[in-house]
């Protein structure tokens, strides 16, 4: 098993810009989620997923969209990237139970 | 809404000793979870707490959930140079299981 994987790695944005961070996992979990990642601040849940379909917000949801059309992806939109955007994001799942989180090894986002 | 808080922010040991550090929330929890973060890493997922007063061990480590449920701690034995990371606890918000809040961690460093 691959576990979770998140494309690309690093990525940098001009102000206004738009992408896609990507999040597969291949352990079938209905539970998915996306945390960022400041200095100081810990992990901040943006939205999650109980299951293909259901989607709901976190902490800190605005500027950010995300949907789940099949249980392995859950993607992670930013409409217009902003400065204060610039984090790490980190994916993660959960099995049923919410016995623990597996997280990805993170995108390094920076926007300019 | 639901704070959790990690003291210390950081914690400098000498290779040998023993630390503890503590994690409190302003809610009670039904379960508090710990996870570890090498440098340039990404969380890893270590242990659950569930039930009042409950205390676990994994090796070197030992976590306690308080007797309330609205604190735990994690003391670790003998520090070696491999314990060095950022230490982070999690509970979940009353009424959702998979909603984490995570506490801003504590930060290890180990002096050889």
């Not at chain 1, 999650?48 to 800190?60: C, H, L, R």
């Not at chain 1, 992806?73 to 902003?82: E, G, K, N, Y």
């Not at chain 1, 139970?97 to 997280?103: E, K, N, S």
């Amino acid at each position: 098993n691959a576990g979770v994987t998140q494309t690309p790695k690093f990525q940098v944005l001009k102000t206004g810009q738009s992408m896609t961070l990507q999040c597969a996992q291949d352990m079938n979990h209905e539970y998915m989620s996306w945390y960022r990642q400041d200095p100081g601040m810990g992990l901040r849940l943006i939205h999650y997923s109980v299951g293909a379909g259901i989607t709901d917000q976190g902490e800190v949801p605005n500027g950010y969209n995300v949907s789940r059309s099949t249980t392995e992806d859950f993607p992670l939109r930013l409409l217009s990237a902003a400065p204060s955007q610039t984090s790490v994001y980190f994916c993660a799942s959960s099995p049923p139970g919410a016995l623990g989180q597996y997280f990805g090894p993170g995108t390094r986002l920076t926007v300019t | 809404g639901q704070q959790v808080m990690q003291i210390p922010q950081y914690q400098h040991v000498q290779e040998g000793e023993d630390f503890t550090t503590y994690c409190n929330s302003s809610t009670t929890l039904s379960n508090i979870q710990w996870y570890k973060q090498r440098p340039g890493g990404h969380p890893v997922f270590l242990i659950q707490l569930v039930k009042s007063g409950e205390v676990k061990k994994q090796k070197r480590l030992t976590f306690q959930f308080g007797e309330a449920k609205k604190n735990s701690s994690l003391h670790i034995t003998a520090t070696q140079t491999t314990d060095v990371g950022t230490y982070f606890c999690a509970g979940p918000e009353s009424s959702n299981d998979y909603k984490l809040s995570f506490g801003a961690g504590t930060t290890v460093t180990v002096r050889a």
